[in-house]
């Protein structure tokens, strides 16, 4: 089970980074539409909508994912003493989903912020 946990670990940890990339490309596109566009005021809302649902949904899954791995984590620790969480992995393990999340609020404040302006317009 100690194999099969790290490789599911290393897995979701690389795919942590992947839903990352694509979060980045669908955020980058919709704002490239309404500031490099001449979008309609009722489109740019739309978009503006979709950004914000788009960086909750991938938020929210970004912090099911960080929870998962934690899991992972305990469970290595449990069965390895010797492999478990250093003082500096455990310092990691709060700083990257943090990380992660200061990110998708900092991008569900802009597209709120843009929604309430109505800068895209």
């Not at 795919?15 to 490239?32: D, M, P, Q, Y």
């Not at 740019?44 to 899991?71: C, K, M, P």
């Not at 492999?83 to 609020?105: D, N, Q, S, Y």
């Amino acid at each position: 089970m100690n194999k099969q946990a790290l490789e599911l670990y290393r897995h979701y940890s690389t795919l942590r980074f992947a839903i990352f990339t694509v979060f980045l490309g669908i955020t980058g596109a919709l704002l490239n539409v309404i500031f490099t566009k001449d979008v309609s005021p009722n489109n740019a809302h739309w978009l503006e909508g979709a950004g914000i649902a788009t960086a909750a949904v991938f938020g929210v899954y970004q912090g099911r994912l960080s929870r998962l791995l934690a899991h992972y984590q305990d469970q290595l620790g449990q069965k390895n003493p010797v492999a478990g969480p250093l003082e500096f992995r455990k310092t990691w393990l709060f700083l990257i989903p943090a990380a992660m999340l200061l990110l998708h609020v900092g991008a569900t404040v802009l597209w709120i912020a843009l929604w309430v302006q109505g800068i895209g317009n």
